[in-house]
Each structure stands twice: as C-alpha cells, then as structure tokens.
C-alpha cells in the first residue's frame, strides 16, 4: 500500500495518513509521485538490454511537453501502455523525470549534452535553457572546440557564437586540444573561414594534419597525402598559404606533400616576389582581436618610507585565481598615478612579450627586480595588502583572487593587468 502508515503507540493501531493530505505544495505531490508507481499510467522502457522500467504520469508529462501530449492526447495518440527509449541512457532520462516532476536537476559536465538531446527530443524549453546556461557558464578554451560541434548540432546558434569568440582568442589552445581531431568537417570549414583566429597560419595547417589523421582513419582510409587532401575537400582552400613566410611555407605544407607542383610553384612566387601572381588561396590576414583588459588592485594606500637596499630590488606575489585568466603584465610602483624610479612621474608598466595563461587553483609566483637611481633613498611603496580581492569581469560575472603572503606586507606590485 503506497499511503503512509502511522503507528499509535497508546492503542495499538495503525492509522492510513493519504499521502496527499501530507504533501502541502503542488511540486511535494508530484515529487511523491515521481519515479513512483503510484496513478502511474505509462512506462519507459530503457537499458541496452532494456531492464530498466520507469513509471511515469502521462497528464504531468504532457502539462510539461507538447511532443507528450500530442503522442499522449492527440489524434493518433499511442494505446501502448509502454515505450521503449533505446536513444537515451537511463540516467539521463530519470533525470529528465525529475526535472519534469519537481523542477530540480543535477547536471555536469559529462551528462549536460544528453540531457540537452533529451530536452530538445521532446521540447521542454526550460530545462534546455537551463543546459545552455550551464554551458555558457562553464565555457573554456580547452572544450570550446567540441562544444561548438555539438552546439551545430543542435541548432544552438547563440552558444555556437560563443565557443566561436572563446575559440578566436584562444586559437592556439583550442586547436590543439584532443577534441579538436573529433569535430566534423562542417566545424572545421566554420573555423578557417574565420578572419579572427589568432593562430599563426602555420600552426593552423599543422593542426589542420592532426584533424585529417583521424578523419582518414575514421573513413577507414590510409594516411596519405592524397586521402588527406580528400577528406578536406573544398575545406583545403580555405588555408591561407599566402601568409605564411617562405620558410614556414617550406617546412609545412611543402614537406607535408598536400599541394601539387603547380602550386606549390605559384604559392612560392606570390610569397617572395612583388607583384604577387594570384593564386586560388586567399592572403586576407586573420585580424588581431581588440582584448579588452583589466586591472585588479591589491592595496588599499601607499607610502613614501620604503629605504632602497643598493642599487637593486627584488619584490615578488604568488597568485591564484579561480577562473581561467591571460596576465598581461604588471604596473610597478605604487598605487599612486606616478612612481620614482628614475625621477619622472610615468607610470612603470611592465608587459610581458606574449600573454601567460594561468589556470584556476594554483599558485604562481611573479617577481620583478628593478634598478633604482643611485641617488634615491626612499620609494613609493604599497601598503594594507589584500589576501583576497573581488572583481567582476565585462560581462558582471564575479572573479576571485587570492595573493600569498610575501616577503613584506607591502610591495611594489600593487596592480595586474589581465584579460580573460
């Protein structure tokens, strides 16, 4: 009997307490009734060797799908008290339940994409946006490349555009990461025609060879230059030869064997000589994106009264953020708008020659030695360091950062320039 049961100690009875008198809310009654075999109607049949029986309400599933209620209550609706799902893991599809029941879900990265299929499959728009935020939100350049895959498939165009911005200014990353071998042709073909990425075009093509291994050994073909060329189809034109220099030119492509004779003969000339002959590869340059970068503060005031040791001082921060950020460099001196390092009122910004990613969790040390003029006795520094600071990116989303303590509670790294 599904109703509860209350003992009575003092008489010796039990007495049936219904179960909906004991539920005070709507979603505690369906909440009840879910997974349950309770008024249960219709049955999912799951599993590989289809062990797996669900119970299920057909009015709660239709009030929450229309592709339910049609299959349920239209015209043509099913008489099967049962049906088989063998597109759909049980979990997947009892999580799917459950959200249905009781507007809760549980999902990650390894399950959002099938519970995304499943959402789409029967047009329950609230979980499927549920799923894209937790995407959007967790986008990095490591799983941008497969996410934008997936994101085409399933008709997705605003995640799609997303992954493709993570993509452009993190193309070196994105490209040689292993998902980048399993997208399909029609991602690849997205990709090169873009102006945006920021990747050397030799680095593209190697890249690109990557991706035609495992194209060729998925088509059960052998790995040679003209399979290779052959699953790249029209996609082959859109690398653009012409901006490579002569050498990179001629330990890539030429070596790789990919071009004929012919054009390798006409690539070379519009490479070195002026006027460039014309070839059937575009020379239009993948523009340099705009990075938008920021500032975070670690302290609070400065001071005149740090004394020199000699003519040289070292000063140094561990860091650790918790999202994934490119430094850009430092500004040293004192949180004030000049310093006096060499007796003029410029701000000392220190920027490095290539941005250095740094990952999430884990500490990284930075120091910075500087000269000061052999006559200087004191120097701005920087005072009520922070441990912990809070910034919010471009778009409102919180970023956190933690300093170590260092060799002095003040310093001369007072701010780190970064982008995202």
Avoid at 53 to 73: G, Q, Y
Avoid at 134 to 151: G, K
Avoid at 251 to 271: A, F, H, T, W, Y
């Amino acid at each position: 009997m599904m109703d509860m049961i209350k003992s009575n100690t003092s008489t010796g009875t039990n007495i049936i307490e219904k179960w909906q008198s004991s539920k005070k809310t709507i979603k505690a009654r369906f909440s009840f009734l879910f997974n349950n075999e309770k008024l249960s109607d219709i049955h999912f049949i799951l599993g590989k060797n289809k062990q797996h029986r669900i119970p299920a309400h057909k009015l709660i599933l239709a009030a929450a799908s229309d592709v339910f209620e049609t299959f349920f209550f239209g015209p043509i609706a099913t008489e099967s008290d049962q049906i088989e799902l063998p597109d759909i893991e049980p979990t997947i599809f009892i999580a799917f339940l459950k959200f249905i029941y009781t507007d809760e879900t549980k999902i990650d990265h390894e399950t959002v994409m099938s519970t995304l299929y499943v959402a789409k499959k029967y047009n329950v728009t609230v979980l499927e946006e549920y799923c894209v935020k937790f995407l959007e939100a967790n986008l990095d350049c490591d799983h941008a490349v497969l996410l934008l895959n997936q994101a085409r498939f399933f008709d997705e165009p605003e995640l799609a555009n997303k992954c493709l911005d993570s993509i452009d200014r993190n193309a070196e990353e994105a490209l040689a990461s292993d998902e980048f071998i399993d997208i399909n042709l029609d991602t690849l073909t997205e990709l090169l025609k873009r102006d945006t990425l920021q990747i050397e075009e030799l680095k593209l093509y190697e890249a690109i060879l990557r991706w035609t291994k495992a194209e060729c050994a998925r088509k059960q073909l052998a790995v040679t230059s003209e399979n290779q060329r052959l699953v790249l189809g029209p996609a082959f034109k859109l690398i653009r030869f012409p901006l490579m220099s002569i050498e990179e030119f001629a330990i890539g492509p030429v070596q790789s064997g990919l071009l004929s004779d012919r054009e390798v003969k006409e690539l070379m000339l519009n490479i070195t000589v002026n006027p460039k002959p014309a070839v059937e590869f575009s020379d239009v340059p993948r523009e340099k994106l705009i990075r938008k970068e920021q500032i975070v503060k670690r302290f609070n005031n400065n001071y005149p009264g740090w004394t020199r040791l000699g003519d040289t001082y070292y000063d140094g921060i561990d860091l650790m953020v918790d999202r994934p950020i490119f430094i850009v460099g430092f500004v040293c001196g004192s949180t004030k708008t000049f310093i006096h390092l060499d007796g003029s009122e410029k701000i000392c910004k220190v920027r490095f020659q290539k941005p250095i990613k740094i990952t999430p969790k884990t500490y990284y040390r930075a120091s910075v030695r500087m000269k000061f003029r052999t006559d200087a006795i004191y120097n701005w520094f920087g005072t009520g360091a922070q441990s912990k600071v809070t910034i919010n990116d471009l778009n409102g989303k919180p970023i956190n950062f933690q300093f170590a303590p260092t060799e002095l509670k003040g310093g001369q790294i007072p701010q780190i320039i970064f982008y995202l």
